[in-house]
């Protein structure tokens, strides 16, 4: 009779892990940054169809990257309970943190588990307040712990380098347009050092703008926009560059 194959728990769970982090890392880049009037998401998105950044209630969008079958069926649900939640209590009772809690309850179910794969998915869950301060970015890891961000945050492909970039550059009274400018350059942050191109049709882009008058804070910036933005800021800076190689004035007074 042969002897049964036995793996320890502690290799089980790093095995499913590394599993997961691997499948994580196939997936397009995202990031999340804080600006003056709310917090903005840029994903690298060809699709104009399958959203990987999405309303869940009035001041909270959720983020995903990864699996796109695994985190749309997390959003769906995520988008239930808030609806419900919202309409059994009070609107003012569906927070980020409420549903950051509901996700980690689930993706720590399906990680531990002995049957199922783990998820292949990283999940952002962010709710604007009435000030900065008032400002909450979750981070959720396929094995459904819960990391409290601030500032700008990043996830999937090549994120390390991303997230450093971002630490590095990024300041919470940066309007718009800075702050979208920052995200694409990040994003176009290779391994080494090097950088690709990223046009704007291939970025989805979405903010929690915390000025908007009505309920809902959040909004897709479309294409138009965007282009505009982007277009602004590389102006600016090429003025700037030649403002600053114009020939210097003559020293000295004329012979």
Same mark, same amino acid.
């Given at each position: 009779?042969?002897?049964?194959? &036995? ?14 982090r691997k499948g ?24 104009? +169809? ?6 869940? &209630?009035?001041?909270? =969008?959720?983020? +995903? ?10 959003? #769906?649900?995520?988008?239930?309970? +808030? ?16 549903? =950051? ?28 307040? +009435? ?14 712990? #819960? ?6 945050? =990043? ?6 380098? #991303?997230?450093?970039?971002?630490s590095q550059r ?35 882009? =979405? ?49």
């Open positions: 009779m042969s002897t049964p194959f &036995y793996v320890s728990p502690q290799q089980a769970m790093a095995d499913r892990a590394e599993y997961a994580i890392a196939r997936g397009r880049s995202l990031v999340v940054l804080q600006y003056a009037d709310g917090i903005v998401f840029v994903a690298e998105n060809p699709s104009r +169809a399958l959203h990987k950044v999405s309303e869940i &209630y009035d001041r909270i =969008a959720f983020a +995903a990257t990864g699996k796109y079958n695994e985190y749309e069926s997390l959003r #769906i649900g995520g988008t239930r309970y +808030a609806d419900l939640r919202g309409y059994t209590y009070d609107r003012q009772d569906v927070t980020a943190r409420g549903l =950051a809690n509901l996700y980690a309850q689930t993706l720590g179910t399906i990680f531990s588990a002995t049957v199922e794969k783990p998820y292949e998915v990283e999940l952002l869950v962010a709710e604007v307040g +009435a000030t900065p301060a008032e400002d909450e970015i979750y981070r959720l890891p396929h094995d459904g712990s #819960i990391i409290d961000e601030h500032g700008s945050v =990043a996830v999937g492909g090549n994120s390390d380098q #991303i997230g450093t970039y971002l990024h300041r919470d009274d940066m309007d718009l347009g800075e702050a979208l400018r920052l995200a694409v350059d990040s994003l176009r942050r290779e391994s080494g050092g090097a950088e690709r191109e990223l046009a704007s049709d291939q970025l989805e882009v =979405a903010v929690l703008d915390r000025k908007r008058p009505q309920q809902r804070k959040f909004k897709r910036v479309l294409q138009r926009q965007l282009s505009a933005l982007l277009e602004a800021g590389e102006s600016a800076e090429a003025g700037a560059d030649a403002d600053a190689g114009g020939d210097e004035a003559p020293k000295g007074g004329s012979e």
